[in-house]
């Protein structure tokens, strides 16, 4: 599958993989500040902006994907970052390839197996009934009735675009995401080491990487730093920006 990705920059190539329900656009400021120092990449994974569809989604055909893409880029190796799936899909892809990642980045997720934390993201975007809605501001309104975080409605909503027919349409599969959701949730096992430098970054508000987790991260990637980013959850590279922007660049830097 040939994924959607834009590229910006010059220098050693940095890829930039999303998380559940985001997109290359989540990245743009920060994608151009990198490109100061790096080429990046940042990539629509399969199901998402305006990379193709697919009944078919787990972390073995999302590594696969980012392989595909770097072998038609000619990247022989690289810098990895990825953040939430995105972050589970660079940690396959760098214990299947690790001759192919020079440094992991991995944001707010670790590789154990999570218990489901968006179904009522799920009940919602199947309760949406985009065609009944003319304005923006109209789906943020209906969109309230499930979710009140603003913050999650507008990354939701970076979703949507309006056809040729000016009708609104999900970028997302939606059904796609949901059949396989279980699989996105699985955890990243291996039997093997990645002996290379890997930095997982975590919001302080966030439980996704406890302290607890750590010993098993070091299990897989025995050179791994934890950094906590204060006064931010999850989505940590969206919410402290600068803060998270410094912590990348001076990692990628030694």
Request: overall charge negative; charged content about 25%.
């Amino acid at each position: 599958m040939k994924l959607f990705y834009y590229v910006t920059g010059h220098g050693h190539p940095l890829i930039i993989l999303h998380g559940l329900f985001g997109s290359s656009d989540n990245w743009f400021t920060l994608a151009k500040f990198f490109g100061e120092k790096y080429k990046v990449y940042a990539v629509d994974q399969r199901n998402h902006g305006h990379s193709p569809h697919s009944e078919e989604f787990n972390y073995r055909v999302m590594s696969d994907d980012t392989n595909d893409l770097m072998i038609h880029e000619g990247i022989q190796s690289g810098h990895l970052l990825g953040h939430s799936m995105g972050g589970k899909t660079a940690m396959r892809f760098t214990l299947t390839h690790p001759e192919k990642v020079d440094k992991l980045i991995v944001v707010d997720i670790a590789p154990k197996a999570y218990p489901p934390k968006h179904d009522k993201i799920f009940e919602s975007l199947f309760a949406l009934k985009l065609d009944k809605y003319k304005t923006r501001t109209e789906l943020d309104f209906a969109l309230g009735q499930y979710i009140s975080d603003y913050a999650v409605r507008q990354l939701l909503l970076k979703n949507v675009f309006r056809d040729e027919e000016e009708r609104f349409k999900w970028r997302i599969d939606v059904s796609a995401l949901h059949n396989n959701y279980s699989k996105v949730n699985e955890a990243i096992e291996s039997t093997d080491q990645f002996t290379k430098p890997v930095l997982f970054i975590r919001g302080s508000k966030s439980s996704y990487i406890l302290d607890s987790d750590v010993p098993q991260i070091k299990s897989i990637f025995p050179l791994m730093e934890l950094i906590t980013i204060e006064g931010v959850g999850h989505w940590v590279h969206a919410e402290s920006p600068q803060k998270f922007a410094e912590v990348v660049v001076e990692f990628l830097a030694r």
